[in-house]
């Protein structure tokens, strides 16, 4: 689909989609937490909105997430309307379009929105031009350096990709390439994960029959990637399954996967997937705190893996809104519940074993800090491999975090 500026501002009916897009963003902006749920949920549920025009929106809700601080800088303003007039000359919206609605700086914007925070502090330009909290901005350039930050970034800003994993347990990467070929829908492989494919254009693909007969799920290519730092043997346990991603991805190679998680709706949608895919994962739902469940803590097997809950920095492509909810209080929970997590998950680790830490984030607080926290309270485990970090900058995928810790034998 072609994107049309000029659509979400011509639209048949006075402002109707105009005004279903501000009144979602004035919603979201009053409830960061439910932002996410807001930007996505209030579009899909608008039904005065036909599809078409219900995906425009959507794209410049995004659009403004990206842009709003820096367009608020240039047009002296935190108004909901001239910040999405802003957004749509930046998308290509003719200036004298812009100014028949709202008179404004429209004709130098472009060029002002590009040279926004020139001579300033890297963090500070980076905040002013991707619409990021300046401390998040700080700890961008702390973890990446000012280039790859900005790389990062601007990376961020682009549409993610669509990847599909083929599920083992029903086919090969080849045979799932054609018969998505036949339901229309082509792609080509990815040249990260072996059993990834990447998705060309736009389509609804749980409608199609090979995702309703088991044949793949929607996995992106980094999150395959840290699921196969687990070797694909023996018993696994995954120590916050989630709904199941990467534990439908071992199940898929073999592996006899035990998934735990504190989320009773997230496991319930992990059974409803593994049986889907045909795999046999065992689930247990463990409490947020206190002692594990018998059946649980006796276990020691040699693969823990643990895909820690977190801020999720590395997926700002596909959850713009996470900007909203990053600081130094929320890294603070994080960072404390990360430790918390391997704590609880290491015991569950054989002699010799591994534990593997994994996180959606670029934030070393999350990551390498967490790590050395970990090495330092515990004498004689190692970190076996250098640690997997992928970023849409770097391999175009979400960012991804993945360190392999081997318990000392005895």
């Not at 990260?192 to 995702?211: K, M, T, V, Y």
């Not at 949608?269 to 206190?290: C, F, H, P, Y």
């Not at 090495?375 to 970023?391: F, I, K, N, Q, S």
Request: aromatic share 4%.
């Amino acid at each position: 689909m072609r994107f049309d500026p000029g659509l979400l501002v011509k639209a048949a009916g006075p402002g109707r989609i105009r005004d279903a897009a501000l009144k979602t963003w004035r919603r979201a902006r009053q409830q960061p937490k439910r932002s996410g749920s807001v930007l996505r949920g209030s579009v899909r549920r608008n039904r005065s909105l036909h599809s078409r025009e219900r995906r425009l929106v959507q794209e410049a809700l995004f659009g403004l997430v990206r842009t709003e601080r820096g367009l608020s800088e240039i047009l002296g303003t935190e108004a909901a309307f001239a910040l999405w007039l802003g957004w749509l000359v930046l998308a290509g919206l003719e200036p004298d379009a812009a100014a028949a609605e709202l008179p404004g700086p429209w004709s130098d914007l472009s060029q002002e929105f590009e040279a926004l925070g020139q001579g300033c502090a890297p963090a500070r330009r980076l905040a002013l031009r991707h619409s990021l909290p300046d401390d998040l901005a700080r700890r961008l350039v702390r973890s990446l350096g000012p280039g790859p930050a900005e790389a990062f970034l601007k990376a961020s800003d682009a549409r993610a990709p669509v990847t599909v994993r083929a599920n083992r347990l029903r086919c090969d990467r080849e045979a799932l390439a054609a018969r998505l070929a036949e339901e229309g829908i082509d792609t080509v492989p990815s040249k990260i994960a072996p059993d990834g494919l990447q998705i060309c254009g736009r389509h609804n693909l749980e409608a199609a029959q090979s995702f309703k007969d088991g044949w793949f799920e929607i996995q992106d290519e980094g999150s395959q990637a840290l699921a196969a730092l687990v070797e694909p043997e023996g018993a696994v346990i995954d120590f916050c399954a989630g709904a199941g991603g990467k534990s439908l991805a071992l199940a898929a190679t073999g592996a006899s996967v035990l998934a735990l998680d504190v989320r009773a709706g997230a496991l319930d949608e992990l059974d409803r997937r593994a049986t889907r895919a045909g795999a046999n994962i065992d689930v247990q739902r463990i409490s947020a705190e206190g002692p594990l469940p018998d059946r649980v803590a006796c276990r020691r097997v040699d693969q823990v893996l643990v895909d820690a809950p977190c801020s999720g920095s590395g997926v700002l492509r596909r959850h713009p809104e996470h900007r909203y909810l990053i600081n130094r209080r929320s890294l603070s929970r994080q960072t404390s519940l990360q430790r918390s997590i391997l704590e609880r998950a290491c015991p569950l680790v054989a002699d010799g074993g591994r534990l593997i830490y994994g996180t959606c984030s670029v934030l070393r607080e999350e990551n390498d800090r967490v790590i050395e926290s970990f090495l330092d309270a515990h004498p004689g485990w190692d970190l076996v491999v250098e640690p997997l970090r992928m970023a849409p900058h770097t391999h175009g995928t979400d960012g991804f975090f993945g360190a392999v810790l081997q318990r000392p034998s005895c």
